[in-house]
């Protein structure tokens, strides 16, 4: 089985993102897509991973059209009592129709979960959505500002779980496997991810060959990216 599948199955997972549902920074985020996807009201929008519809009900709020796609029914099921229109499949399938969005949006990091050729198979899947001139958000972490001061353990808590992640980055295959280790009501749960980090050149060049043409590589504040930067957040840009 692929980890992803097991690890947004597992129980302690779940519980951090549905706690998730009541952060209170997802209209800051909201705010930060509008401006840097240009998004008037009435866009087409696709988000993919949705998870639970957290950032999609509220563009919808907005006046967007939006539609989102995630594999985890259990996260559909809150979408779905949210009102937003969603699709069960994997980040990699062509489900919609070609050229029906004028934007996509991949948040939390969502990129690099397969193998190259999966990962290049959902950057293909994201272009095909795309109408002339759509543009794409991958939201993540990258090489780039990464690496120099790589942290191997971090342990945090959301609602009533405590996560432990240990962390090993393999610099043959340039990707990071993490350990998670969910604690909550006395008992503890593993589970391992294992993720392609890019450089932001990386990225770029695997978006232009499925078809982008412009891209701005930003921060999480919408600075130009720079050393030091926690977040990318790179829009790529169809002809």
């Known amino acids: ?8 199955s597992a129980p302690g997972w779940q519980a951090v993102q549905l706690a998730w549902e009541g952060a209170d920074d997802a ?15 009435g866009v087409r929008l696709l988000d993919v991973p949705c998870g639970t519809g957290r950032i999609a009900r509220r563009l919808a709020e907005r006046g967007h059209r939006v539609v989102g796609i995630d594999a985890t029914e259990a996260f559909l099921e809150v979408a779905r009592d949210s009102s937003v229109p969603v699709i069960r499949a994997d980040m990699r399938s062509t489900v ?14 969502s990129f690099g979960y397969f193998d190259d050729a999966g990962n290049l198979e959902q950057a293909r899947a994201a272009a095909e959505a795309l109408a002339p001139g759509g543009r794409y958000l991958i939201d993540t972490i990258a090489a780039d500002t990464v690496l120099p001061g790589f942290e ?18 393999d610099a043959v295959t340039r990707r990071i496997e993490t350990s998670w280790t969910f604690s909550q009501a006395g008992e503890r749960e593993v ?10 050149g990386e990225l770029t060049d695997l978006l232009a060959s ?30």
């Open 1 to 8: 089985m692929e980890w992803w599948r097991e690890m947004f």
């Open 27 to 41: 209209d800051q985020e909201v705010d930060q897509l509008e401006r840097v996807l240009e998004l008037r009201s």
């Open 96 to 109: 919609v129709r070609p050229r029906a969005f004028d934007a996509a949006v991949c948040l939390w990091g």
């Open 152 to 169: 191997h353990r971090a342990s945090w808590e959301v609602g009533v779980v405590d996560v432990e992640e240990v962390r090993r980055y």
């Open 191 to 200: 589970r391992t991810t294992l993720v392609r980090l890019y450089s932001v």
């Open 210 to 239: 499925v078809g982008f043409a412009t891209f701005r590589a930003l921060d999480g504040e919408l600075q130009p990216f720079a050393p030091g930067a926690a977040r990318l957040w790179l829009v790529a840009t169809m002809p």
